[in-house]
């Protein structure tokens, strides 16, 4: 699957930004969605998933209570609603998809998908 990531933007401490990602003509619904940042020098880590066909979702503990992972009404787009943003946020944000499967959310290498990622960044 095609996957589009927008949203990405400059803010100040504390501030909100809210990440989309989008398939291109299907629906989501059947897949697990993640979240996953990158900064230089550091491996691509995982912030938040959602799994397909559920509500079950899972967080990165930097982030928990601070972000949430969501999907549309239609199940055509997911997002990531990110708020008291800290410069330590700042990364490029990278939105990825796997099938619908029994396991964990937060493995990177079990993510087929993946968007172009989008800039966050966050000044003090």
């Known amino acids: 699957v095609q996957l589009q990531a927008s949203g990405g933007g400059s803010v100040h401490t504390g501030g909100s930004l809210r990440l989309s990602c989008a398939a291109s003509?299907?629906?989501?619904?059947?897949?697990?969605m993640g979240w996953f940042r990158k900064t230089p020098g550091m491996e691509r880590e995982f912030v938040a998933a959602?799994?397909?066909?559920?509500?079950?979702?899972a967080y990165a503990d930097a982030v928990k209570g601070r972000f949430t992972i969501s999907r549309s009404y239609l199940q055509s787009t997911v997002s990531l609603q990110m708020n008291s943003l800290k410069p330590e946020d700042t990364a490029v944000y990278y939105c990825?998809?796997?099938?619908?499967?029994?396991?964990?959310?937060?493995?990177?290498?079990?993510?087929?998908?993946w968007g172009q990622g989008t800039q966050v960044t966050v000044s003090s």
């Open positions: 990825a998809a796997r099938r619908r499967r029994v396991g964990d959310l937060t493995l990177r290498s079990t993510y087929n998908d």
């Open positions: 003509g299907r629906s989501l619904s059947n897949y697990d």
């Open positions: 959602i799994k397909g066909g559920t509500t079950t979702t």
